[in-house]
C-alpha cells in the first residue's frame, strides 16, 4: 500500500507530467520514488512503460513489480543494455539514478543513448534520483536536454547552456589550461522547480 505522502506526489506528480511531458522525482533514499514512480504511471493511464536502471538493481525492481500487479506493461532493463530493446512504442520511460546521465561538459553514451529514445518514442518521462545534481548544479543540463519541454531546449548544447547558467573558470593541468563548467548556478534548479517534486525522509518521518 501506498503511504499518505505517496498518494500526495502521485497526484501532484501525475498532474505535472501532464501539463509537461515529464517530472523529476528528488526523493531521498527509503521514501519510495520508484514505487511512486509506478504510482503516477497507473494514475495517468499509462499503456507501455520503459523502467531504465542499474543491473543490480533489476531483481528488486521487478520484485515490486510482481506485488503491485499494475494495469500497464513494463519492461525493466539496464542502461548498457538498451540496444537489447524490443521493438515496442514506450509511452512512458522511467530513468533511475538519473544523476548518472550528468556528466559534462560533453554527454555520456547513457545520456546520448537515452535522449535517442525519447526522440524515437515521444514518451512522457519521469527521473528518478535522491541526489540529483551530487557536484555540481551543471550537472542538470544533460538529465534533461532529451526531453522536448525542459526549461533549457533552445540551448543546441551544453556550451550554449553554459554560457547563461555556468560561472566557467580555468584551471591549469600538466601546463596546460582547461576550462571548469563546474560552476552552475543555483537559478538552474530555480527553472527546474515547476517540473521537480523533492522529499526527504526526515518529512517521510524516519528518523
Given at each position: 500500500?501506498?503511504?499518505?505522502?505517496?498518494?500526495?506526489?502521485?497526484?501532484?506528480?501525475?498532474?505535472?507530467?501532464?501539463?509537461?511531458?515529464?517530472?523529476?522525482?528528488?526523493?531521498?533514499?527509503?521514501?519510495?520514488?520508484?514505487?511512486?514512480?509506478?504510482?503516477?504511471?497507473?494514475?495517468?493511464?499509462?499503456?507501455?512503460?520503459?523502467?531504465?536502471?542499474?543491473?543490480?538493481?533489476?531483481?528488486?525492481?521487478?520484485?515490486?513489480?510482481?506485488?503491485?500487479?499494475?494495469?500497464?506493461?513494463?519492461?525493466?532493463?539496464?542502461?548498457?543494455?538498451?540496444?537489447?530493446?524490443?521493438?515496442?512504442?514506450?509511452?512512458?520511460?522511467?530513468?533511475?539514478?538519473?544523476?548518472?546521465?550528468?556528466?559534462?561538459?560533453?554527454?555520456?553514451?547513457?545520456?546520448?543513448?537515452?535522449?535517442?529514445?525519447?526522440?524515437?518514442?515521444?514518451?512522457?518521462?519521469?527521473?528518478?534520483?535522491?541526489?540529483?545534481?551530487?557536484?555540481?548544479?551543471?550537472?542538470?543540463?544533460?538529465?534533461?536536454?532529451?526531453?522536448?519541454?525542459?526549461?533549457?531546449?533552445?540551448?543546441?548544447?551544453?556550451?550554449?547552456?553554459?554560457?547563461?547558467?555556468?560561472?566557467?573558470?580555468?584551471?591549469?593541468?600538466?601546463?596546460?589550461?582547461?576550462?571548469d563548467y563546474g560552476g552552475g548556478v543555483k537559478h538552474i534548479l530555480d527553472?527546474?522547480?515547476?517540473?521537480?517534486?523533492?522529499?526527504?525522509?526526515?518529512?517521510?518521518?524516519?528518523?
Amino acid at each position: 500500500e501506498y503511504r499518505d505522502y505517496q498518494l500526495e506526489i502521485i497526484e501532484r506528480g501525475a498532474n505535472i507530467i501532464n501539463e509537461h511531458g515529464f517530472l523529476y522525482l528528488a526523493m531521498e533514499v527509503r521514501t519510495g520514488k520508484t514505487l511512486t514512480s509506478f504510482g503516477i504511471c497507473e494514475r495517468i493511464g499509462a499503456q507501455n512503460v520503459l523502467f531504465l536502471t542499474k543491473k543490480k538493481a533489476i531483481s528488486s525492481i521487478t520484485g515490486d513489480l510482481d506485488k503491485l500487479c499494475p494495469s500497464y506493461v513494463t519492461f525493466v532493463i539496464n542502461y548498457e543494455s538498451m540496444h537489447k530493446l524490443p521493438p515496442v512504442k514506450w509511452d512512458v520511460v522511467i530513468c533511475d539514478e538519473a544523476h548518472s546521465m550528468g556528466a559534462f561538459p560533453k554527454p555520456s553514451k547513457r545520456a546520448k543513448d537515452v535522449a535517442s529514445l525519447i526522440y524515437k518514442n515521444k514518451p512522457r518521462v519521469i527521473l528518478l534520483s535522491g541526489t540529483p545534481t551530487p557536484e555540481s548544479y551543471s550537472q542538470m543540463y544533460h538529465q534533461v536536454y532529451g526531453i522536448p519541454s525542459n526549461p533549457f531546449s533552445k540551448y543546441k548544447n551544453f556550451y550554449g547552456f553554459a554560457r547563461d547558467y555556468v560561472n566557467i573558470s580555468t584551471m591549469r593541468i600538466n601546463g596546460y589550461e582547461i576550462k571548469d563548467y563546474g560552476g552552475g548556478v543555483k537559478h538552474i534548479l530555480d527553472l527546474m522547480a515547476p517540473y521537480t517534486i523533492s522529499y526527504t525522509q526526515r518529512e517521510a518521518g524516519f528518523v
